[in-house]
Each structure stands twice: as C-alpha cells, then as structure tokens.
C-alpha cells in the first residue's frame, strides 16, 4: 500500500494513484478507487474511502457527483447539508446523495470515523454488480429508492473495513470477491433503510448529557458524571463514546462552542464575558478552542453573522472557512 503525506489533498490526484492508498488529510485516510490493475474489475464500483479525523476540518465545498454517494459516519458527529436541508449526523447514521444532488459538509467536523463509498448506478440494462436481468435492474431501483437519512446502528462498519482489508490481501479472483463484498454491503444498506433505526441512547447517558449541557459555566468533572451514571469513569467514557460518537469531554468541548456562536450571533455580550461564562479560564483560552472548533476567531464569526452569512446554517459562515 502506498504511503502519501501532503499538506492538502486533492480530488484529481485520485486516478494518478495506485487504487490502494493511504494519506494524510486532516487525519488518515484510506482511498480504495475503481481498481483496473491486476485484472481486478468490480461492476459500478467507483470508490470507497474511509477518514480518521484527528481534529476539526475545514467544510466540503458544495458539489454533485455523477454517482451514488453513501456517506456513514462511525464516530464524532457532523453536519451535512444536501438538497438544501441540513443533517446532524450521529454514530451510525447514512446519508445518501442521489447523483446529481447537490450538497456539501459543515465547518464543525470534530474527531471522526467516516467512510464514503461511491457506485456508478448506470450501465447496461440487466447488468448491476454482477447480477443479471431483472434482479440487476430490481437492486438498481431500490438504491435509487434509499432515503436520504437513516439510522443503522454500527453493523456497517465492519463489512465496510472488510472491504478495503479485501483488496489488501492477494486474493484468487479478487475481483469476484470484491463485488460480492459491495453487493452483500448494499444488501445489508437497503435493508437497514427498511428497519427505520433509531440511535440508542440510554437513560444513564441522556441523564449525562444533560448535566453537561446544564453546567457549561463549570469546570466539568468526570467522577461527578461517573456517578450521575452509575458507573466507573473508564465505563462511561465507553458508553458514552459508543452511544453518542464522543467522549464525554469532547462532548462538553462541542457543546461549549456551540453554545459560544449561539450568544455570539445574538447578543451583544463581549467575548470575555461569554468566555467566563462557559467556563473558560480566559478569553485567550476561549478564542484558541474557538477558532479550532469553527475555523475563525469569535470576532470573525460575530461580525460573519451580522453581515448575514450565516443564511444556509451557523457552520457556513463564509470569514470561518479558512482552515487555520
């Protein structure tokens, strides 16, 4: 497997590629394209990638694809807008962009487990991912059928980590294998868009949840949490994070900023006195996490928000686009 560090990565370095490669892009990210090499065919394959976000990136311009895009997310949470109607998107939780759509991310992408697959929906009549016929143009339909946004739990993420593990490893008809590992994934996808999950959150959690939003102004205390939950700090650090995508602090850090660009769009506080009543040791301290989180400093973002910019969603403010 190839292995690429640069600073920012690019949509059109994908094909100059070997079709397994690893990167550095806001964090690690794994990118399986349309393999040609090797005799490797997968039928409407496109691409599939996965991303470990180490911190908060800048947002996806708005774009379209020619393909089907499924983006599932495995941990942290983020927004995605698509069609003009914006989604927080939880552990667990798809978004399907129909090709064509238009969409694009949110500045607020904080530590995360993403994976994006990509399938070309056209092509013959009667041929779809190996399957022949009415079944083929039957499987079609039903993808073009997907919901925009679901909720499926975390069964997905092992087939997908399976599929890129596939390519990997020196496979006897590798190809065949592969397609059959993107079909059974489909299989499974449109069958959870059916169930109608729900995200699991506990009573215990929801209860610790609450006490962090509630107490912003204080300095978090862990045990205090532990507690509130019935459980050991190391148990609810691994509750919390399965049931919510975050561990309790990092949720205490969103909720902070959160709550920061709210008073900053609509009051007329300083920043200082918004730092010190969400808890920061001071407005230095406030304005370093806060242009981590939002990608500006609360200055840009308020005067952002006066001048209107933030008329598609409080993450898209035009001054908080620059990665820092």
Known sequence: MAKLTRPAFRSHDFQAMP??????????????????EDGVVVENFTALSRLRAHHAAPPTEAHRHETLEIHYVARGQQHQTLSGKTYLLAPGDVLVAQPGELHFSGL?????????????????????????????EAFRDSL????PFFATGNELKG???????????????????????????LVDLIDASHRGAKRPVSAPIARVARLIREGLGEKGNAAQWARAAGLTPSGLRQRFTRELGMSPKEFESRERLEAAGRLLRATER???DIALSL????????????????????????????????GRSPTQADACQEPV
């Open 279 to 310: 808890g920061y040791s001071s407005s230095q301290h406030f304005a370093k996490q806060f242009r981590l989180g939002w990608r500006c400093t609360p200055r840009e973002y308020r005067g952002a928000a006066r001048a209107g910019d933030h």
């Open 19 to 36: 079709p397994l490669t690893t990167y550095e892009a806001h964090g690690t990210a794994t990118y399986l394209r349309r393999p040609h």
């Open 270 to 272: 300083s920043v200082t």
């Open 159 to 185: 087939p997908l980590d399976g599929i890129l593990a596939q390519y990997a490893r020196p496979l006897p008809h590798k190809g065949i294998a592969l397609m059959a590992s993107v079909a059974a994934f």
């Open 108 to 136: 607020f992408q904080e530590k995360r487990l993403e994976y994006d697959l990509s399938i070309d929906l056209r092509g013959p009549k009667g041929r779809f991912l190996g399957f022949r016929g009415e079944e083929a």
């Open 144 to 147: 073009r059928r997907l919901p």
